[in-house]
Structures are given as structure tokens and as C-alpha cells.
């Protein structure tokens, strides 16, 4: 069993930056693609980014592009989520999740969750 925990997040105005980091109790994340999933109140979970164990793949949703950036460091067992250029409509609760090997975009494809952690974007 993977546990998963999220940091990072809070209030911040639009047009600022946060940094998510998700630390993992594995001894090694590394064999583990790590997704970074969001919610926002009465709307489904969706993917926000994705990276694959070896950190050579990754995926994100059109909305974040060019915004955000995932990135991973196995020696340390964390993922982190930069953001920037924050947008009101980026206000969610932010959850890491992992699942082994093969990258993936599906909510229900991944198998370890995190408690998730608030962002929360002012106009």
C-alpha cells in the first residue's frame, strides 16, 4: 500500500503561482506513474497532469498548458505540481494519486490516493 500525502496549497490572487508537492511512503515512487487530479464543489474529478515513472512522458489537460508543469524527483519519492498564471477557475481540491508503471489519464485507472489539499484562486 502506497500512502500518498499533499502539500502546498492555500490562497493565492489570479495571476499567481503555487507549488504542490505530493511526498510518497513507498521507499521508491519510481516504479509508480503519478497523476495530479482535481475537484471543484458539483463537478466531477478530472486529470490535471500526469507523469510516468521514468519522467519522460507526460499529459496535461488543455486548460493547463503552457500554465503548469509536473515534474518528479524518485530519489526524494516526491511529485510536484508547479502552477502558475492562476485562474479563479482553477479553485479545486487537489489530489495526487499513483498507480503502477503505465502513465495514465483515468480517474479510476489509479489505485493510491492522497487526502488532498485546497487551492483556492481569487479574482
Known amino acids: 500500500q502506497v500512502q500518498l500525502v499533499e502539500s502546498g496549497g492555500g490562497l493565492v490572487q489570479a495571476g499567481g503561482s503555487l507549488r504542490l508537492s505530493c511526498a510518497a511512503s513507498e521507499r521508491t515512487l519510481s516504479n509508480y506513474a503519478v497523476g495530479w487530479f482535481r475537484q471543484a464543489p458539483g463537478k466531477e474529478r478530472e486529470l490535471v497532469a500526469a507523469i510516468s515513472w521514468s519522467g519522460e512522458s507526460t499529459n496535461y489537460q488543455d486548460s493547463v498548458k503552457g500554465r503548469f508543469a509536473i515534474s518528479r524527483d524518485n530519489a526524494k519519492n516526491t511529485v510536484s505540481l508547479q502552477m502558475n498564471s492562476l485562474k479563479p477557475e482553477d479553485t479545486a481540491v487537489y489530489y495526487c494519486?499513483?498507480?503502477?508503471?503505465?502513465?495514465?489519464?483515468?480517474?479510476?485507472?489509479?489505485?493510491?490516493w492522497g487526502q488532498g489539499t485546497q487551492v483556492t484562486v481569487s479574482s
Open positions: 494519486a499513483a498507480r503502477w508503471s503505465l502513465l495514465s489519464v483515468i480517474v479510476y485507472e489509479y489505485d493510491y
